[in-house]
């Protein structure tokens, strides 16, 4: 089924509201109606946001949530948006995602709102998939011209530092990559890695409370003791660290460098790196903990960091560019330019549409950079990032750990489309 076979249909009526997101911050929700049809649509919010990131409309009133009440993008939806896209059809994303950029006229699409963009973006991509009564991966699949095969190896960040907990780590998250069997075994290795290891934090009196994003947030002495802790775990539940399960970092490294200093500050760790030698920290947990994924190893406008942690261990390591590239094709362009990193993080609401998306998604697949799609640690129960991960061949896929309703919604989504991919 082409896309150029579809019909005209057109969204009959667009309606958005408030909502609440994972930390009970408001959001937007969008519904796009098309005669009896209807498909909704909600919108992420990150902790940790990159400079470079489109920019989220809130209201400023602080009367109401403290100033992050969303009414204005709303209102944006249902009173700019939906006048200017009626008549095109849905089957048309781009056309409808450029009309939005088009009205917007911003850079960081600040007048609309990223939020109000990609909720209608999201929302219309949905009821397209709706009307043409097939599952949503399948219909992005179609529309962008891939052939979906498999269900991405999946991050399970399940240790939580940084900006999404309080424990006084200075990296963000510490993943945990299962490696054996298909995508329920992989969750069941998860499953008993987590077991071992909230009983040895249990035994060690630390918190097994979790963060934004699922993942326990231990009050530990240094970095190196996540590290530590979730070899460990994994030695425990009788799996072999690398072959069986792996362990990757989100470092999130722009938090922890001092711009005016132009030094690397680990606080847990009491050190400091200059970003030409940031590389040899990484190296050392590559050696020890066998280290396969560094997320923002260093910060978003680094590019000598980045390019001395490319050069020495880019061979070997997972390098992905969150802050540094923002899901945004210019900036991986300059990457490209640049030869760092080796692997794009994608999250919609970094961009604000679906165009855009696919765009960024296709140019670091034609550079041969791994694609990883991504959540946010604002989320909501909306699974669209499972679809668009199967739909694309993603490599990789993050959406926090084996806790939390929103994050949960995300692998169950993952476990149907896994069962239909392989009664087809």
Same mark, same amino acid.
């Given at each position: 089924?082409?896309?150029?076979? =579809?019909?005209?249909?057109?969204?009959? %009526?667009?309606?958005?509201?408030?909502?609440?997101?994972?930390?009970?911050?408001?959001?937007?929700?969008? #519904?796009?109606?098309?005669?009896?049809?209807?498909?909704?649509?909600?919108?992420?919010?990150?902790?940790?946001?990159?400079?470079?990131?489109?920019?989220?409309?809130?209201?400023?009133?602080?009367?109401?949530?403290?100033?992050?009440?969303?009414?204005?993008?709303?209102?944006?939806?249902?009173?700019?948006?939906?006048?200017?896209?009626?008549?095109?059809?849905?089957?048309?994303?781009?056309?409808?995602?450029?009309?939005?950029?088009?009205?917007?006229?911003?850079?960081?699409?600040?007048?609309?709102?990223?939020?109000?963009?990609?909720?209608?973006?999201?929302?219309?991509?949905?009821?397209?998939?709706?009307?043409?009564?097939?599952?949503?991966?399948?219909?992005?699949?179609?529309?962008?011209?891939?052939?979906?095969?498999?269900?991405?190896?999946?991050?399970?960040?399940?240790?939580?530092?940084?900006?999404?907990?309080?424990?006084?780590?200075?990296?963000?998250?510490?993943?945990?990559?299962?490696?054996?069997?298909?995508?329920?075994?992989?969750?069941?290795?998860?499953?008993?890695?987590?077991?071992?290891?909230?009983?040895?934090? #249990?035994?060690?009196?630390?918190?097994?409370?979790?963060?934004?994003?699922?993942?326990?947030?231990?009050?530990?002495?240094?970095?190196?003791?996540?590290?530590?802790?979730?070899? %460990?775990?994994?030695?425990?539940?009788?799996?072999?660290?690398? !072959?069986?399960?792996?362990?990757?970092?989100?470092?999130?490294?722009?938090?922890?460098?001092?711009?005016?200093?132009?030094?690397?500050?680990? !606080?847990?760790?009491?050190?400091?790196?200059?970003?030409?030698?940031?590389?040899?920290?990484?190296?050392?947990?590559?050696?020890?903990?066998?280290?396969?994924?560094?997320?923002?190893?260093?910060?978003?406008?680094?590019?000598?960091?980045?390019?001395?942690? #490319?050069?020495?261990?880019?061979?070997?390591?997972?390098?992905?560019?969150?802050?540094?590239?923002?899901?945004?094709?210019?900036?991986?362009?300059?990457?490209?330019?640049?030869?760092?990193?080796?692997?794009?993080?994608?999250?919609?609401?970094?961009?604000?549409?679906?165009?855009?998306?696919?765009?960024?998604?296709?140019?670091?697949?034609?550079?041969?950079?791994?694609?990883?799609?991504?959540?946010?640690?604002?989320?909501?129960?909306?699974? =669209?990032?499972?679809?668009?991960?199967?739909?694309?061949?993603?490599?990789?896929?993050?959406?926090?750990?084996?806790? !939390?309703?929103? !994050?949960?919604?995300?692998?169950?989504?993952?476990?149907?489309?896994?069962?239909?991919?392989?009664?087809?």
């Amino acid at each position: 089924m082409k896309k150029k076979s =579809f019909p005209k249909i057109t969204i009959t %009526k667009l309606t958005a509201r408030e909502i609440l997101d994972s930390r009970g911050n408001p959001t937007i929700e969008v #519904t796009a109606f098309s005669g009896k049809f209807l498909a909704i649509a909600s919108v992420p919010s990150g902790a940790s946001t990159g400079v470079h990131e489109a920019h989220e409309l809130r209201d400023g009133d602080k009367k109401r949530f403290l100033g992050q009440g969303v009414k204005k993008a709303v209102h944006n939806v249902e009173s700019v948006i939906f006048p200017a896209i009626k008549n095109i059809s849905i089957f048309d994303q781009e056309s409808i995602d450029t009309t939005m950029l088009e009205i917007d006229g911003t850079p960081t699409k600040s007048k609309l709102g990223a939020n109000a963009i990609l909720g209608v973006s999201l929302a219309t991509a949905r009821l397209a998939s709706v009307v043409a009564g097939i599952p949503l991966y399948r219909y992005l699949a179609n529309y962008y011209n891939y052939k979906p095969k498999a269900l991405p190896t999946v991050l399970f960040n399940v240790l939580n530092g940084g900006k999404h907990a309080d424990s006084g780590l200075d990296i963000q998250e510490f993943f945990l990559i299962p490696k054996k069997g298909d995508f329920l075994n992989r969750l069941n290795m998860v499953h008993k890695v987590i077991a071992n290891l909230k009983t040895d934090l #249990t035994k060690r009196r630390l918190s097994i409370a979790v963060g934004d994003e699922g993942g326990v947030a231990p009050r530990l002495k240094s970095n190196q003791a996540a590290l530590r802790i979730l070899a %460990k775990a994994i030695e425990n539940s009788g799996y072999k660290l690398g !072959r069986d399960v792996g362990i990757g970092m989100d470092a999130a490294a722009s938090e922890f460098f001092n711009t005016d200093r132009e030094v690397y500050e680990l !606080r847990a760790d009491n050190k400091h790196y200059k970003p030409a030698s940031i590389y040899k920290m990484y190296q050392r947990w590559i050696r020890d903990y066998k280290l396969e994924v560094i997320e923002d190893g260093c910060a978003e406008d680094d590019f000598l960091g980045w390019q001395q942690l #490319t050069k020495h261990v880019g061979k070997q390591t997972l390098l992905v560019g969150d802050d540094l590239f923002v899901t945004n094709p210019e900036r991986i362009q300059l990457g490209l330019v640049a030869g760092i990193a080796n692997a794009t993080l994608i999250k919609p609401n970094q961009i604000g549409t679906l165009t855009e998306t696919l765009q960024a998604i296709k140019l670091s697949q034609k550079h041969n950079y791994k694609v990883v799609i991504s959540h946010r640690s604002g989320e909501t129960v909306d699974d =669209f990032i499972s679809d668009l991960a199967v739909a694309v061949n993603a490599d990789f896929m993050k959406a926090g750990s084996l806790s !939390r309703g929103e !994050r949960l919604a995300k692998y169950n989504r993952l476990l149907k489309i896994n069962d239909e991919l392989n009664h087809h």
